[in-house]
């Protein structure tokens, strides 16, 4: 098997190229510090810092969520690997204005085990409080406890954002990420590999005629392997775990985000986005909100994810409120 | 039988170019049952403790077991990033002699096992490098009274039963997790890596003669 | 070698459910009407009309695009495939409120037949006035004439869809966007191949080292196959190109669009911005915005594409102006 | 020999079959030099062409020209569309009686020829069906005074010779355009399908005996 091509230089030095490129692109307002750490460099003077990060390869999330109602600081690993906790620390001491900071990241061994660390280096050096709230949104797995940080992190970065934007102090914009991170299930399909560049090989594989569906982020192996099937049958079936899972019911109002995990045609996306209007509908719950493209990607893997969020006032006005970054901005 | 400081640093670069040697190793264990980076992050961390252990200035063996692992800690990354930082910084603090004996080595483990457990939250029997560790740590204790190279041989046994056990456990942390039963039938990588850590440091032992 | 897997259901209605999808997504601001347009619901009255549309399978482009700032309508033909005539003729008819339509479509031979076809029959119908600036910005080929419209289609439709709100006459309008149209430039390069849906077939082959420059939107063979090679190389070969193509010159103001042409990673994508920046800040050439993402895509196609546009006030007022659309919205 | 009505709906139909009956050698030849939709567009046209043809209720020869030709251009989309829509309907107008003689089978290809060109702006030499449209044309002119079975092999005849210049032929239109010297080797695929619905009429009257 060939090696997977990438426009990229040394293998070494991708993720701070990628930062390099971020910090290009902003017109001034993002900087890279600490090597692996993406900053805005307007934080407003006190507010609540909001930091997210974890592995890079995942491109948007999270190092591109980095602006004015977004997050302060995004914490980049190597590919597919948790930041270690120095940049972690350096991160929440640079976004720390006075109200403490939040942090926001996916639920994997490897970026609690860092984030933690780096937290409480920060909290020892300058007193900073820190809360965390895990983005564990992905329902393929029973236990809601152990669940993975998934495509609906982006979902939770924007509503973070916002949170810390707004709130009056660390405790409200916890309380309301973790009622979004409450109301926020996301089911994915692979359907082929993503790959890793140091290595140039699929970090798994699947047959010709095989998919995968609650595959992971990274690769990791998911619920249930099956034969390629209609769109219309699998997105039936993702929706109904979906569903049942938190469970949505009717009469609810919900924000659906269908997001490609890299390689998938936007035409597959509508193709899978009109059959969930049409089961949603059917079952009386209303989409009020829909996101569709590429927010949380696994390199080049093919595949999506469906996530639904539950909205409240509160969360519908987060979710909407204005943002600005290099990939997602809205007014 | 034990190492100067000059000795514990060459046993703990023998033990970075093992893991370096053996990326390949580690990146297959970890494509089976995880997401495939242990073999790539364990040789950044490995890279980076080398480099610091050689151009360390110890005043005491323990500063030389904290060179290496706060290396391993600030460029490895992910869980193993923080796992074998603490494997090699665990006992760093209390090493303040000049000399590394039975004991010494006996006492790394039982830190390493205690504090990587602490942190970690995972147990034996949860398929992660603890399972490796922990006989490790215990066959070394029980081996203080016979010397040094029996401790370092009875780790490494123990850390070899222990990663061949993991081989039929289920995960029940990390990437691993959602396999479920298709967990079985591979040995967890970073159990891999504490074997090939501690044939290392035994092998290196025995050069001493 | 096996068939790509896709997310769909019988070949023969992915377009009309594509744009169903869209319509979803709209919350009734879209609707699709005879057949393959998709047309906004809300069209001002006395506004100059905008209709773009081509072959499917590039989505974002075109059919995305049609919203308030942006199209009125989407004419959709196949994949790959310029719309039929009959299609081109109700875009035309819907669009045309009083001032006429601008039509602006990728310069294919298949597309000019059919748009033009089906523009004569609406003005023999109706009378309606229309006129037509084709995107022709790939500057892998010399001739000018012959240009075929890739990337910067993108800005190309976005400043039309300005212009045709703003304008007081068709006049204006069709000046403004050829004025763009004689501004931009778009060099591509591509990595690996898409597919069509209908066959499974990816249409063309790469070695497994090779890559290349200037391929069509469509897998048409390019100007230049060469083995991969590090992305600032590539970047640099093609920023020079572009450059002396117009030629763009020290002191000119220009917005950047990366765009991804499917299966491309964005940390490929800031990898390369990151390289145009130091080369294009290097030649004195001032980036005044730049785009980063899926724009215009070649379904699963792994490749790039550069496109510049130099700006003056206009161009940059109409770039920068508010629009909505379900994959592009700017406030 | 002349064509009745019926016998005309007859040799459009099998004009039909025979495009969607050779799709794949359509979309190979569309692959090596354009962007391979060639066959699937083709065959799209000429089966709701074929529906059209066998659904209508014809008062003219013309009006079944008109039924496929419209039907082409309404669902095949393309260039394909267009031009092989136009080669149906182009002599249409003029067909308004209820027989299709050997000068009606020129006319129509001379028709067709006249109206690509002035429609597509492709000239011979161009690397297009219309290097395959425009000997055809001609050799059947010329074949007139020899009666239809005659034009229809002449005209064949020089759609072929027509088609096989094409392969060292540069495109200077279309899709193929950026090949440049590449494209050589390549018979252009429009000028393939002429071919085939050419030698489908022929082999339709040959049946007629
Ligand atoms: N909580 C934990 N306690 C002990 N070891 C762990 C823990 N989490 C992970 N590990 C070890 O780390 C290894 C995986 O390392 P690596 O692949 O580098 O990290 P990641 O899981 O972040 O990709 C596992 O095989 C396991 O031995
Ligand atoms: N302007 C033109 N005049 C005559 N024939 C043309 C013209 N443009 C394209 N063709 C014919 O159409 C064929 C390509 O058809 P097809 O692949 O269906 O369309 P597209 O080029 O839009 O993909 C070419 O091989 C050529 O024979
Ligand atoms: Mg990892
Ligand atoms: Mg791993
Ligand atoms: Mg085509
Ligand atoms: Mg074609």
């Known amino acids: 098997m060939a090696k997977v091509k990438k426009i990229i230089n040394d293998t070494e030095n991708i993720v701070s190229e990628v930062l390099d490129g971020y910090v290009a692109a902003s017109m001034g307002k993002l900087a890279r510090v600490s090597d692996r750490v993406l900053a805005r460099t307007d934080i407003e003077p006190g507010k609540v810092g909001l930091v997210i990060g974890g592995g890079s390869g995942h491109e948007p999330v999270y190092t591109s969520y980095v602006g004015k109602g977004l997050a302060d600081a995004s914490v980049a690993g190597n590919i597919f690997a948790a930041p270690a906790p120095q940049f972690v620390t350096a991160a929440v001491e640079l976004a720390d204005k006075g109200k403490g900071v939040l942090l926001v990241y996916g639920n994997y061994a490897g970026d609690v085990l860092n984030f933690d660390l780096g937290a409480e280096d920060a909290t020892d050096d300058t007193g900073v409080e820190v809360r965390t709230v895990l983005v564990a949104d992905d329902c393929a797995t029973p236990d809601l406890e152990t669940r993975r940080g998934i495509g609906g992190g982006f979902y939770q970065v924007k509503i973070a954002g916002a949170a810390c934007a707004e709130a009056a102090s660390l405790e409200e914009a916890e309380a309301a990420v973790k009622k979004c991170q409450a109301n926020l299930r996301t089911l994915g399909v692979a359907v082929s590999a993503g790959s890793l560049p140091e290595t140039g090989e699929p970090t798994f594989t699947l047959g010709d005629d095989e998919i995968e569906i609650g595959l992971g982020a990274h690769g990791e192996v998911g619920v249930e392997r099956s034969k390629l099937m209609p769109a219309d049958v699998l997105t039936t079936k993702m929706i109904d775990h979906l569903v049942a899972d938190l469970p949505y019911k009717k009469g609810d109002r919900v924000a659906m985000l269908v997001n490609n995990l890299g390689a998938t045609t936007q035409m597959e996306l509508m193709i899978v986005t009109r059959k969930a209007y049409q089961l949603l509908g059917d079952l009386g719950i209303e989409i009020a909100r829909c996101d569709i493209g590429a927010y949380f990607c696994s390199q080049e893997m093919a595949g999506f994810s469906i996530s639904l969020l539950k909205l409240d006032d509160q969360l519908e006005h987060l979710l909407n409120a204005p943002c600005e970054s290099i990939t997602f901005s809205q007014g | ?209």
């Not at chain 2, 009274?145 to 041989?153: M, S, T």
Request: with cysteine; aromatic share 4%.
């Open chain 2, 1 to 209: 039988m034990e190492l100067t400081i000059e000795q514990t640093r060459g046993m703990l670069a023998a033990m970075c170019d093992a893991i370096i040697a053996n990326v390949d190793i580690l990146t297959k264990a970890d494509q089976a049952i995880g997401d495939g980076d242990h073999g790539v992050g364990m040789s950044r961390g490995f890279k980076a403790a080398k480099e610091a252990i050689e151009g360390a200035e110890p005043a005491t063996v323990g500063d030389l077991f904290k060179a290496g692992g706060s290396a391993i800690m600030a460029t490895s990354g992910g869980a193993s990033g923080v796992i074998f930082g603490m494997f090699l910084k665990a006992p760093a603090r209390t090493f303040t002699g000049d000399t590394l004996d039975a004991a010494g080595y006996a006492t790394w483990l039982a830190a390493a096992a205690a504090q990587i457990q602490a942190r970690g939250k995972a147990k034996p029997g949860d398929k992660t490098m603890v399972d490796a560790v922990v006989p490790a740590a215990e066959a070394a204790e029980e081996a203080v009274p016979k010397g040094l190279l029996a401790v370092a041989e009875a780790a490494a046994e123990g850390a070899h039963k222990g990663k061949d056990d993991t081989v039929d456990m289920i995960a029940t942390f990390g990437k691993a997790k959602a396999l479920g039963e298709r967990a079985k039938g591979h040995p967890d990588p970073g159990a891999v890596s504490t074997t090939i850590l501690l044939d290392t440091a035994l092998a290196y032992l025995k050069t001493l003669g």
